[in-house]
Every structure is written in structure tokens, then in C-alpha cells.
């Protein structure tokens, strides 16, 4: 887990690079969509996850989304966000603001922003590569998340997947999150 301290406006976060917290939730369904783009090789396995703190003055500012993306060799991206409940265990290590209470899982409310944001970012860049891309990690505050807050989570993992974040140091990290919110 690398810490994320200087993103600026208040902002924080955590991110890790193919070592991801254990985080198990029932999976109560799977949205799915699959976009077309350009073959590109891509020969490595990545997993991440990044947990996100956007204001502390805002209400709705907290996610934490965990992906892994297993390259493939046609020309198609296939994502699947798995679902859980609205409620599910409570997670104790978190940078939530301290009066939220923070569950594991990703709400059907959420997961739909989580498909749709990783869908308009894969189709904006040409650069990403085909294969299967899972959200399968997640949290999500009480009171302090929102649609927002996991879009804009969705979208630096995205973006991050294609920048091969595994060679990045803690600076690069720190902008490049940054940059993107």
C-alpha cells in the first residue's frame, strides 16, 4: 500500500499495485459491458486498487474500488462490476471522514456509475488493451459516497491501468492521481 498524502485541495487516498487488501463481499449480481478497441499487446496481468478521500468538506467524497485486468489477444475489453449489498461488513481500516461508517461491497447505485465511467474512458483513450477487466473490490461510505466520487475512482483506475502504474514511485503516483481529479 503506497499512501497518497499530497493530492492537493484536501484530497487523499491509498493505492496498491498487485498486492490488493483482502475485501470479500456477497455478490449479489454482475453488471457487464464489453467495448471494442484496438489490438494491443499487453502481456501482464495488473491488479489495483485506490481508495480516494475527495474533500473534507464535501459529504460525498469517498470510494474504494480494486480492479484486476487479465489481457487478451481479440480486440474487445470485457468489464464486469460485481455487485453487492447496500450494507454488507463493516470496513474499520478506512480514510473515510471518522463520523461515516464504511461497508465492503459496491451498491448496484454505484456499480452502474463504476460501468459506465470505465465504458467512456475506454472508449475516449485508444490505448487501452483487450481483455477482461473486474471490479471486484469495493467500499463505500453511509453517508459520504456517491456516483461522483466512484466515477472519478473508476476513472484514474482506468487511466492508471494504461500507464503501467507498477513502474511509477510515490511522486508520479501522487501527480498522476492528482492530475486527474
Same mark, same amino acid.
Given at each position: 500500500?503506497?499512501?497518497?498524502?499530497?493530492?492537493?485541495?484536501?484530497?487523499?487516498?491509498?493505492?496498491?499495485?498487485?498486492?490488493? #487488501?483482502?475485501?470479500? +463481499?456477497?455478490?449479489?449480481?454482475?453488471?457487464?459491458?464489453?467495448?471494442?478497441?484496438? #489490438?494491443?499487446?499487453?502481456?501482464?496481468?495488473?491488479?489495483?486498487?485506490?481508495?480516494?478521500?475527495?474533500?473534507?468538506? @464535501?459529504?460525498?467524497?469517498? /470510494?474504494?474500488?480494486?480492479?484486476?485486468?487479465?489481457?487478451?489477444? @481479440?480486440?474487445?475489453?470485457? !468489464? &464486469?462490476?460485481?455487485?453487492?449489498?447496500?450494507? @454488507?461488513?463493516?470496513?474499520?481500516?478506512?480514510? /473515510?471522514?471518522? =463520523?461515516? *461508517?464504511?461497508?465492503?461491497?459496491? #451498491?448496484?447505485? +454505484?456499480?452502474?456509475?463504476?460501468?459506465?465511467?470505465?465504458?467512456?474512458? !475506454?472508449?475516449?483513450?485508444?490505448?487501452?488493451?483487450?481483455?477482461?477487466?473486474?471490479? +471486484?473490490?469495493?467500499?463505500?461510505?453511509?453517508?459520504?459516497?456517491?456516483?461522483?466520487?466512484?466515477?472519478?475512482? &473508476?476513472?484514474?483506475?482506468?487511466?492508471?491501468?494504461?500507464?503501467?502504474?507498477?513502474?511509477?514511485?510515490? *511522486?508520479?503516483?501522487?501527480?498522476?492521481? =492528482?492530475?486527474?481529479?
Amino acid at each position: 500500500m503506497i499512501i497518497l498524502d499530497n493530492l492537493g485541495q484536501f484530497r487523499r487516498g491509498r493505492i496498491w499495485i498487485n498486492d490488493l #487488501p483482502e475485501m470479500r +463481499y456477497k455478490v449479489v449480481d454482475n453488471l457487464t459491458s464489453s467495448v471494442k478497441v484496438k #489490438p494491443k499487446n499487453y502481456t501482464r496481468p495488473t491488479s489495483l486498487a485506490l481508495e480516494l478521500l475527495l474533500s473534507r468538506r @464535501d459529504m460525498s467524497n469517498y /470510494a474504494l474500488l480494486g480492479v484486476k485486468f487479465i489481457p487478451g489477444n @481479440d480486440d474487445r475489453v470485457n !468489464i &464486469t462490476v460485481n455487485v453487492g449489498e447496500d450494507e @454488507d461488513e463493516l470496513l474499520n481500516d478506512n480514510i /473515510a471522514m471518522k =463520523s461515516d *461508517n464504511v461497508f465492503v461491497g459496491i #451498491p448496484l447505485e +454505484y456499480a452502474e456509475a463504476v460501468l459506465n465511467s470505465a465504458v467512456n474512458v !475506454i472508449e475516449e483513450t485508444s490505448q487501452f488493451p483487450s481483455g477482461d477487466l473486474e471490479f +471486484y473490490i469495493g467500499a463505500h461510505g453511509e453517508s459520504g459516497s456517491s456516483k461522483f466520487s466512484f466515477s472519478k475512482v &473508476t476513472e484514474v483506475i482506468v487511466k492508471l491501468l494504461i500507464s503501467a502504474p507498477e513502474s511509477k514511485n510515490t *511522486n508520479e503516483l501522487e501527480t498522476f492521481v =492528482s492530475s486527474n481529479l
